[in-house]
């Protein structure tokens, strides 16, 4: 598991199967007490290497295409921040 933020991070597991189900690429395995879990492809070690990630080398944890999501998801769920005047202005 390679993604830094997934509880398992870090752990290996043994590679049952990799299908693509409702539009997503995603990893099969088994967990500890035997369960098939599943998790999206580009949390593991079987995803595509990112170019940008290579390139960036770890000086940049965001990658703009990410960011500019970000911006628009925020821009269409967070209501406009009026701020007051500012005094003198």
């Known amino acids: 598991m390679t993604h830094p933020f ?9 590679f049952v199967d990799r299908r693509r189900n409702w539009s997503e690429d995603r990893v099969y395995f088994h967990d500890e007490q035997g369960a098939l879990c599943s998790v999206p ?5 079987d995803a595509e290497v990112d170019p940008f ?3 960036a080398a770890g000086r940049c944890p965001f990658r703009i295409a990410d960011l500019l999501d970000l911006a ?6 967070d209501p406009p921040v009026t701020r007051p005047p500012t005094p003198g202005m």
């Open 72 to 77: 628009d998801l925020l821009e269409r769920t």
């Open 6 to 14: 997934h509880p398992l991070f870090g752990r290996r597991f043994a």
């Open 53 to 55: 990630v290579v390139v």
């Open 41 to 45: 492809t580009g949390w593991t070690d």
